[in-house]
């Protein structure tokens, strides 16, 4: 079965991109699966429940991982068109008095989890 974390280069760039762009997501690439299953792992833990509610924003999660929220915010919609986390329909203030999504981990992402650890 093809590893669902699986990098397709050609996504992470654009159609008639220039060799700099190229090799850019080519650098980047092992570094994306990583940050995926650590913001899929974040996700899992806070499935039980984290500041009261179930899930995590964006912030929240670049916060406990120690990463960029532009390095996270990319995961997230991701592991969103894999299937594996979800908008709860929840929205909390972040750190700039905006409105983000509180995302959560389907049943789809927690197996993945499971079968891993």
Known sequence: ????????LNT?????AVDT???AAESIAPRVT????AVLRDLYLSSDTINGRFGSTGEEITKRTGEW?????????????????EDSGKRVKNSRNRNEVVWKITDKGKEFIDARD
């Open 69 to 85: 929220l532009y390095s996270i915010k990319p995961r997230i919609t991701e592991l969103v068109r894999i299937g594996m986390v």
């Open 34 to 37: 990583g940050l995926r299953l």
């Open 12 to 16: 992470m760039h654009h159609k008639n």
């Open 1 to 8: 079965m093809k590893d669902l974390f699986d990098v397709q």
């Open 21 to 23: 762009e190229v090799a």
